[in-house]
């Protein structure tokens, strides 16, 4: 069983940047990075999709137009996942979901969300 704190989301004007952040940890207690970390979001009546992840010992994997305004980051030895956005646009809104993998293959972890509101 894993633990997914999440923290950053708020209400943020047009043009404006935050920062997210996630926290992994393993219910046991038991040590030890995680395969894949990342971020996924969600509009209200639209499907979730991939915002940017990160996975061990490769480069960072960005959803279709991310890449240019938002930057997924990772301290392994904090088991802690970041996602800078800035430039926020009004379409940027959603909820936000931490995403994590313990192995390539194995079922995913989900975060309860965080709200991203960018508004005037």
Partial sequence: QVQLVESGGGLVQPGGALRLSCV???????TGSFYVMGWYRQAPGEERTLVASTTTGTTP??????????TVSRDSAKNTVYLQMNSLKPEDTAVYYCNVRLTKNSTPYWGEGTQVTVSP
């Fill in 24 to 30: 992994a940890s393993r219910a046991s207690g038991s």
């Fill in 61 to 70: 994997t960005y959803g279709n137009g991310m890449k240019d305004r938002f």
